[in-house]
């Protein structure tokens, strides 16, 4: 479970101060699949990186799996990491000189001996259906399996939650649509939270839960909306 209470976070840019989340509150059940949604700026993917513990916060609590992530240090920080959360991003942020199973392989390095590594990275390279092309470099894959494989590094290591920053941002409607039914399929399969930062609203409606903000908070919908 995901539990934000009274989450506050600010960025200060050239001495102005801009406060992105305030007194954010929100519960994220276990195995749910969840939808942010909200326009340019209101503070999704900063939401989705403090639930990460890749930034720090001003105030306020996050409990990941029972764990306080807002008191951890940047060793346990990297320890839950590893363990619970797998991060998937819209640019796929993977290594352009390592190949497809390299860079699968690589959160579990030093965690495993390396015939272990290279065989869970070979399943989860099977899982998200790219067996073929795991000698293949970034560059000589198309967008949809650069995805892929950022889908298969972000589950190689068994994570609870999958958090996903707009995934089908930098795909076409068709291939995006299919990078949605893998992950929904991975959380339909796993025991796995899936947190996924979206501008299409068909997407949105087929979560559990729509995460909407404005100016900083969690809006509540309106009865016209429901
Ligand atoms: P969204 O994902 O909803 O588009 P973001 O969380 O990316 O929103 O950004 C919210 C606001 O915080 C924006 O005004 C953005 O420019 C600002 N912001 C995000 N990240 C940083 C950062 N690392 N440093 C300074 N400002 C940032
Ligand atoms: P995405 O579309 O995937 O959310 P963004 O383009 O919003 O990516 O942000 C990319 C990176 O730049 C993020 O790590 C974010 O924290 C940072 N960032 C966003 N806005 C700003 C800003 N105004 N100043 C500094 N860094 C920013």
């Not at 619970?84 to 993977?94: C, K, N, P, R, S």
């Not at 065989?119 to 970034?138: D, F, Q, T």
């Amino acid at each position: 479970m995901i539990q934000i209470n009274g989450l506050a976070k600010s960025y200060t840019n050239d001495s102005e101060k801009i406060e992105v989340l305030k007194d954010l509150s929100l519960t994220i059940e276990d195995h749910s699949y969840v939808s942010i949604v909200g326009p340019s700026g209101s503070g999704k993917s900063t939401l989705l990186h403090t639930i990460g513990g890749l930034e720090p916060i001003d105030r306020g609590e996050i409990w990941v799996n029972d764990q306080a992530v807002h008191k951890l240090k940047d060793k346990q920080l990297a320890k839950l990491r590893l363990k619970e959360i797998g991060y998937v991003f819209q640019q796929f942020q993977l290594l352009p000189t390592a190949t497809a199973l390299e860079n699968v392989m690589m959160p579990l390095l030093n965690v495993f001996s390396s015939k272990e590594i290279k065989e869970k990275a070979k399943v989860a390279l099977e899982r998200v259906g790219l067996e073929h092309r795991i000698n293949h470099l970034p560059s000589r894959l198309s967008g949809g399996e650069q995805q892929r494989v950022a889908i298969a590094r972000a589950i190689v290591t068994n994570p609870s939650i999958i958090l996903a920053d707009e995934p089908t941002g930098n795909l076409d409607s068709e291939t995006g649509e299919k990078i949605i039914g893998l992950l929904e399929e991975i959380h339909a399969n796993d025991d796995v939270i899936v947190v996924l930062i979206t501008h299409d609203q068909a997407i949105a409606e087929r979560t559990d839960q729509q995460i909407s903000l404005l100016d900083g908070k969690v809006k509540v919908a309106t009865l016209s909306e429901l």
